[in-house]
Nanobody, 117 residues
Framework: QVQLVESGGGLVQPGGSLRLSCAAS????????MFWIRQAPGKGLEWFST????????RYTDSVGGRFTISRDDAKNTLYLQMSNLKSEDTAVYYC??????????WGQGTQVTVSS
C-alpha cells in the first residue's frame, strides 16, 4: 500500500514563499489523482488544489489561486506545492492525499505551515 510523507513546512514571514513536497512510496503514484488539503486552527478541512493523473488538469480554490502552484514528478514519485505571497490566513496543517480511480484516498501525516512576522 502506498504511503505519503509531506515535508517542507515551517515558519515564514508574510509575503514569503515555501515549497512543500509529498513523497510517495511504491509504484502506483503515477496512477493517482493527488490533492492538497489544509486545516487552519479551529477550522475544517479545505481541499484547495487537485492534479490529475498525468498532470494535465489542475484546479485551485479562489483562496490560493494565483499564489500556489501544484505539480507532480512521476519519475520521482513526488507531489509539490509551491506557495508564494503567503498570508497569515495560510497558517494551517497541510496534507497531501491521493488515490487511483475508484480507490480510497491515502493521506500523509501533515506538515505545519505558520505564516507570521
Amino acid at each position: 500500500q502506498v504511503q505519503l510523507v509531506e515535508s517542507g513546512g515551517g515558519l515564514v514571514q508574510p509575503g514569503g514563499s515555501l515549497r512543500l513536497s509529498c513523497a510517495a512510496s511504491g509504484s502506483t503514484f503515477r496512477s493517482m489523482w493527488m490533492f492538497w488539503i489544509r486545516q487552519a486552527p479551529g477550522k475544517g478541512l479545505e481541499w484547495f488544489s487537485t492534479i490529475n493523473i498525468g498532470g494535465g488538469t489542475i484546479r485551485y480554490t479562489d483562496s490560493v489561486g494565483g499564489r500556489f502552484t501544484i505539480s507532480r514528478d512521476d519519475a520521482k514519485n513526488t507531489l509539490y506545492l509551491q506557495m508564494s505571497n503567503l498570508k497569515s490566513e495560510d497558517t494551517a496543517v497541510y496534507y497531501c492525499a491521493g488515490g487511483g480511480l475508484g480507490d480510497g484516498l491515502t493521506w500523509g501525516q501533515g506538515t505545519q505551515v505558520t505564516v507570521s512576522s
